[in-house]
């Protein structure tokens, strides 16, 4: 037996001089320098003690080292466990127990205060920083890559056996660890070289982080097992993304991208002339932020659909017609229905429910967690997502939001979507969350958080106004406030656990019957 995911990639480097990474820092890493410091990192794992089924934690910033220390996590047969760079040492504290990792691997400036957690978990403590130059590096664990030798027998390890544990982000409850074993990466990333033509000529744009599913596997792996080239920013900022989208061919992204992207008068079809698909995920792209990108540059973003237990379900189709607000069909091999969420019947064309998902992308549970597991798989193996949603007449599918976004409302359910869309189509809005509140009448109170154009004459009274003839009237917010932003987290996601606290006592003040 060999390594299930690095096999795939060796199989698919197109020559040892092609180009993998060019870095914004000047270096170019060729897939032979890919192999030798994955390598490399790879001993050093070994060398601290870690052995296959080990976790390995790491929060650091971005970085092509960073990736390295993933591919040779996996080559070393142990477990990639990386975190959002923004948790603060007391959320650390609970992955690292939670985890229990033997090795914990953290920015060179954050050692000392994550030092105590590190040994409170058991694991033993390494820095990785940014790259200097080619004798500096921040960090113990380069230092000790570099003294490792450039070569590595892979350690070996099976389609099921786990490479990474994902933790979800948590903007519905708790983080949980989401186990994904080799083939859960290997065939989603197979799926998508296909699914979206990737080919070793392609260039990706990679501006995403690293510590979530879509930079590090949909962007990454896709890379990797098309033996294509990216060009790895630290972070997404237009500068950066103007000055190489000539070089580049594709650029995935999550929809704040894109509403960023237009803000910017350099955007056009001239920009964007070498580039041959943008995809965005993650979170809903606007209809609207479809259309003007499709009117400013020419291409229609291909939106998809997935999450951190299932890597992609659905996409748009490269070549047939990308719908605005939809995620498109089930990718090849991935099978998606909608159920009442209730009995788990399945329901018709068009009938909104919980979507189901089921295939070889959906991972292999939560860690240490097997009642939360048991809870979210149904008995004929589907995986219930949370998302509610549609699939529509011609089989694309439509998401309308969370499950736990859903607002019951004097008894009617209503989906927070139906309402944000209304809003959103109003002149002057920019965007909207719509969410429940506690309500001594109603159970909840549809309630609307909404953001206006700067200088347009929009007011909480004026959307009332024009939706009270738009929506049935237990769907019309009982309160709207206009605000300035939404509280989004790094992925771009609307974090309405946070709306929901910040206006949790609005109806509560007031007296039943008011
Ligand atoms: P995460 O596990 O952080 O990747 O979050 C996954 C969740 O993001 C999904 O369950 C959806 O609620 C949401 N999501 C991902 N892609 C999309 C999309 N294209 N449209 C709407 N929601 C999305």
Redesign the pocket.
């Known amino acids: 037996m060999g390594n299930h995911l690095f096999d795939l990639v060796r199989a698919r480097i197109p020559a040892p001089e092609a180009r993998f990474a060019l870095i914004d820092d000047g270096r170019v890493f060729s897939y032979a320098d890919m192999v030798e410091a994955s390598a490399r990192y790879a001993g050093a794992l070994v060398s601290l003690g870690v052995k296959p089924g080990d976790r390995v934690a790491v929060q650091v910033e971005k970085s092509i080292e960073a990736l390295m220390l993933y591919l040779g996590t996996v080559r070393a047969g142990a477990i990639f466990l990386p975190l959002n760079t923004g948790y603060t040492p007391a959320e650390i504290e609970y992955f690292l127990g939670d985890a229990e990792p033997s090795v914990f691997v953290c920015d060179p400036s954050k050692a000392d205060a994550l030092r105590p957690y590190a040994e409170k978990a058991g694991a033993r403590l390494e820095t990785l920083g940014v790259w200097r130059s080619h004798d500096v590096w921040a960090g113990t664990l380069p230092d000790r890559a570099l003294a490792s030798p450039a070569q590595f027998a892979d350690v070996a390890r099976g389609p099921d056996d786990l490479a990474a544990i994902l933790y ?2 948590g903007t519905t409850g708790r983080s949980k660890g989401a186990m994904l074993s080799h083939d859960n990466l290997a065939s989603n990333a197979l799926a998508l070289v296909d699914y979206w033509r990737f080919t070793k000529d392609d260039v990706l744009l990679h501006a995403l982080p690293i510590f ?3 930079g590090l596997f949909v962007a990454t792996n896709t890379v990797l097992l098309a033996g294509a080239a990216m060009i790895l920013l630290p972070k997404f900022d237009p500068e950066q993304v103007f000055k190489y989208m000539a070089q580049a061919t594709a650029m995935m992204g999550v929809p704040t991208f894109y509403v960023r992207l237009l803000q910017d008068k350099r955007l056009g079809k001239e920009t964007t002339a070498h580039m041959r698909l943008f995809v ?6 606007l209809a609207e932020t479809h259309r003007e990108w499709r009117e400013r540059t020419g291409h229609a973003i291909l ?7 299932t890597n992609m379900n659905t996409s748009n189709p490269y070549d047939g017609e990308r719908v605005a607000g939809t ?1 498109g069909f089930p990718l090849p091999g991935v099978s998606a229905r909608v159920v009442d969420p209730e009995t788990g019947k399945a329901l018709g064309r068009d009938e909104i429910g919980m979507i189901e998902v089921k295939g070889p992308n959906v991972f292999k549970g939560y860690w240490r967690n097997p009642e939360k597991t048991a809870a979210e798989f149904r008995a004929d193996g589907f995986f219930i ?3 509610l949603g549609k699939i529509d007449p011609a089989g694309y599918v439509h ?1 309308v939001g ?1 499950g736990k976004d859903l607002i019951i409302t004097g008894g009617y359910n209503v989906y927070p979507k139906e309402v944000e869309v209304e809003i959103d189509e109003m002149q002057g809005v920019v965007e909207s969350a719509v969410f429940g509140c506690a309500h001594p009448d109603f159970g909840e109170g549809v309630t609307a958080v909404v953001v206006v154009r700067p200088g347009a004459e929009v007011t909480a009274a004026s959307i009332q106004k024009a939706l009270d003839q738009r929506l049935a009237k237990f769907k019309l917010p009982k309160q709207v406030f206009v605000v300035g932003d939404l509280p989004r987290n790094t ?1 771009g ?1 609307v974090q309405k656990n946070l709306l929901r606290e910040q206006y949790k006592d609005i109806y509560l003040s007031r007296k039943a019957g008011e």
Do not use: C, F, N, Q
């Open positions: 979800t982000s979530h599913t879509h965005s995920g993650s979170a809903p792209l939106e998809r659909y997935g999450m951190t237990e995620v997502t949370g998302d998401i969370r992925m996601k």
